[in-house]
């Protein structure tokens, strides 16, 4: 059977947190319940679920690469063209540091970047249930529920103060 | 920190901040296009400016000379100022929250500091028979392409962490201008946030680690500043500190920049209420500490060479200190270290938003001066007869170069371009920051304490 969306729109924290805790102990797993915010507010304020992600391994992996890419375009436009200067050796290793931190810096950039863009699951063409006074200050409080459940959700979202409920 | 006036301090709530913030950011009034028609009209001139010493040519370098002195203090200032929204971001200081965007909007600059290195890469001599810190590397590979390349990833990482610490307020104009040309802009460049537990857990640390790469790659766009365009060109400059000198006195003016761009938001923008004692108060002691460093770092460049006493470093300190450039030195040593020095040891001058601001003020003249000297000298240092090394001597000590029409219009139009940039960059992301406003204010509470109220900040983490 397909899920029910719902949005709550609060203007209190205290009454999201509220509304977060019954819907808990009415059995709505934490993990299909999210909050909405125009700023964001203390890691487990609301006791929502705090989604883990593997940001710190991008730029680990796009310095690796920019390292990489770095020694290769440094040593290697060298060694294909080795010219040997008053006996010294073919690698110049200190400007070619400077190139390799660079290009370790610039992977580990690009790489936080989209990073940041996959962990957050942006760009997104449909913002879905979403409400502009959000962005004003109003807290949204997402319940996504088997629709059999939508109504002792929203009854939970209404008694605890939502000014609006939103539905998809 | 207690109120001096025993009165109840009032906290503003997010709703309020937003929609003060968001009609500020909409209001485009004729004030602001008369700033933006000026500004246009004196970048206009540095064109010209840069124009002219194009049609000279690159033969004779000491025409760049002030174009490259403009370039350095541009990067110096305005491309240093995001290391102040990472740095204390990095160090979690709440004060920091009104002005953290004001810096990373400055970022924007970075696009024409960025074209502007151009030409003086051009104007630069081939490295083969100098001293560099590129050696006998292939030269388009190096000191162009290498200094093309960090030049540019700093740009680009001052652009990423302002697009995404930009994010949720765009999504903010995204919802409140959907109409306007400048909100579909925000709607395209909102990538669709909205701001829920993932995003925001994403986009602090995302935050964090941009901002900590800007700090680790801003050094070296100032050590290739100084090898490059400034010791690679002056016979006996061997100088170990002089990268961190040029890193501590970019601080400097950074933070000078910042007070002054805060002042005239407060002053001419209506954002008097974000831009407070606190900001100016707490810049100010980092201020004064890099004005100390000023004079500690040019004492201790200074020093090695009097007592060196080798004909390269006498006639270097001849040239850059003590003939040529001396009346520069002076009014740089006026403004960026005895000035500040003594104006920010008194409580109420640093207490103050007047006091930070004039020594701000005075601190980015004497910085501008100080470019000039580092950058003009060498600049008019001529290249040996064909098929000679570099010497490791000054053969003869150039005189103190003065600028002419052209090198006035391309000051005047660098800094011009960089604040225009700045103008119409606002007017896309706010300047203000409404989510880390927000943020930092759900951390404040009033409480009694004893016969006073108090305001009490929380640790958000």
Not at chain 1, 83 to 100: E, F, H, Q, Y
Request: aromatic letters at 12%; glycine letters at 10%.
């Amino acid at each position: 059977m397909a899920n029910t969306q719902l949005l709550g729109l609060f203007e209190e924290p205290q009454k999201v947190a509220d509304a977060m805790g019954e819907l808990k102990s009415a059995g709505f797993p934490v993990e299909d319940l999210d909050i909405y915010s125009g700023s964001p507010f203390p890691e487990g304020a609301f006791g929502e679920h705090e989604a883990e992600h593997r940001l710190f391994m991008f730029p680990l992996v796009g310095a690796l690469i920019g390292f990489a890419i770095g020694l290769l375009w440094t040593a290697g436009t060298q060694i294909s063209y080795p010219l040997i200067t008053g006996g010294k050796p073919i690698l110049s290793i200190p400007p070619m540091t400077i190139i390799m931190y660079e290009n370790t810096m610039l992977g580990a950039i690009l790489f936080t970047v989209l990073g940041v863009l996959f962990e957050s699951r942006l760009p997104k063409r449909d913002l879905g249930l979403y409400d502009e006074r959000i962005t004003e200050g109003f807290i949204g409080l997402y319940v996504d529920c088997p629709e059999e459940r939508a109504s002792a959700a929203e009854s939970v979202l209404a008694s605890n103060g939502a000014e609006e409920i939103k539905k998809a | 920190m207690a109120h001096e006036e025993h009165a109840i301090p009032q906290v503003p709530t997010h709703q309020e901040v937003a929609s003060d913030i968001m009609a500020r950011f909409q209001d485009v009034n004729r004030r602001y296009w008369s700033w933006l028609s000026l500004l246009a009209l004196l970048f206009a001139g540095g064109i010209v400016g840069f124009v002219i010493r194009l049609s000279d040519g690159f033969d004779d370098r000491s025409n760049w000379g002030y174009y490259t002195a403009t370039l350095s203090f541009l990067a110096s200032t305005f491309l240093a100022m995001p290391i102040i929204s990472a740095g204390l971001r990095l160090a979690k200081a709440n004060w920091r929250r009104p002005l953290t965007r004001l810096t990373e909007n400055m970022a924007i600059t970075g696009v024409l500091i960025w074209l502007m290195l151009i030409p003086s890469l051009i104007a630069l001599p081939a490295t083969e028979g100098r001293l560099s810190v590129w050696f006998d590397f292939p030269h388009w590979m190096a000191f162009r392409g290498g200094n093309l390349m960090v030049w540019g990833t700093v740009v680009l990482i001052g652009l990423m962490l302002l697009w995404l610490l930009a994010l949720p307020d765009l999504a903010a104009v995204r919802d409140h201008m959907p109409t306007s040309p400048r909100g579909k802009i925000a709607k395209a460049l909102s990538f669709g946030w909205t701001g829920n537990v993932r995003q925001w857990r994403v986009l602090h640390s995302g935050a964090l680690l941009l901002g900590a790469f800007y700090l680790l790659l801003y050094p070296t766009l100032q050590t290739l500043l100084q090898a490059d365009f400034q010791a690679g060109l002056l016979p006996g400059m061997k100088d170990a500190i002089a990268p961190v000198t040029a890193l501590i006195n970019a601080l400097q003016g950074a933070v000078g920049m910042t007070l002054v761009v805060m002042y005239v938001m407060r002053r001419f923008g209506g954002y008097e209420r974000y831009f407070g004692i606190d900001q100016f108060w707490a810049l100010s002691k980092p201020l004064l500490a890099f004005s100390l460093l000023w004079f500690y770092f040019w004492w201790g460049s200074f020093i090695t060479f009097w007592y060196g006493r080798q004909p390269g470093e006498t006639e270097l300190i001849r040239f850059i200190v003590l003939d040529s450039y001396r009346y520069p030195l002076m009014a740089s040593f006026l403004l960026n270290f005895i000035g500040p020095v003594v104006a920010l040891i008194w409580n109420p001058v640093r207490r103050s938003i007047w006091g930070p601001t004039i020594v701000g003020a005075g601190v980015l003249v004497g910085a501008l001066i100080n470019h000039i000297r580092w950058y003009v000298a060498p600049f008019s240092v001529p290249d040996p007869p064909a098929g000679e090394s570099w010497p490791h001597v000054l053969q003869q000590i150039p005189a103190g170069q003065l600028p002419e029409v052209a090198d006035i219009l391309i000051i005047i139009g660098g800094i011009s371009g960089s604040v225009l940039l700045f103008m119409l960059i606002n007017k896309i992301i706010p300047v203000v920051s409404m989510w880390e406003v927000g943020e930092g204010l759900r951390l404040v509470k009033v409480r009694r304490f004893l016969a006073r109220y108090a305001m009490v900040i929380a640790k958000s983490h």
